[in-house]
């Protein structure tokens, strides 16, 4: 009686070993480039869409974590900027992109996105990069703080 039940069970594993679901061997390949030394069509073009915050991670204490619960940013095709993080509050103010010498660039000029909040307040930003799909920017300041995004549906 031991031996059919063997043979049942080898014949099982047998089976789940032959016939298992194979994952999609398609992977995506994620969007890696640096961006604040690009033109700004390419900057427009990458940025594009709404970005969900992460974390932001800097500033006066250069290690610390910043998070904000339901953040986004979202850069429009009509150069529109719309932001509800912990920092700024923008309905949709427009972005004036400035030629100038950004902090953390390598001494490179490069395209500053300088917006105005809700308040008025002005902010200017340096477009870092996307790295594993993450958009990171930064102020343009010495202790600036670096914003990670990921792409929202």
């Known amino acids: ?8 069970l080898l014949s099982l ?5 032959c016939f298992q679901c194979k994952k999609d061997d398609k992977q995506v390949n994620p969007v890696n ?16 869409g709404k970005w969900k915050f ?10 610390c974590i910043h998070y904000c619960n339901n953040c986004y940013v979202e850069f429009t095709s009509d150069n529109k900027f719309i ?4 920092a700024i509050t923008s309905d949709s ?15 490179d000029s490069t395209y500053l996105m300088a917006i105005k909040d809700i308040q ?21 300041s010495s202790d600036a703080i670096f914003y990670h995004f990921i792409k929202s549906k």
């Not at 594993?13 to 070993?17: A, E, M, N, R, S």
Request: charged letters at 10%; proline letters at 4%; glycine letters at 8%.
């Open 120 to 140: 008025g307040v002005p902010w200017v930003y340096v477009i870092e990069q996307i790295y594993n799909d993450t958009l990171i920017y930064h102020d343009n």
């Open 54 to 63: 992460v974390y932001g991670k800097g500033g006066i204490c250069g290690s």
């Open 1 to 8: 009686m031991k031996m059919p039940f063997f043979i049942f």
């Open 13 to 17: 594993f047998l089976f789940c070993c």
């Open 93 to 107: 103010t427009i972005i004036h992109w400035v030629r100038d010498v950004g902090t953390y660039t390598n001494a």
């Open 83 to 86: 932001s509800n993080t912990y």
């Open 33 to 48: 480039i640096v961006l604040y030394n690009q033109p700004l069509d390419t900057i427009q073009h990458y940025i594009l």
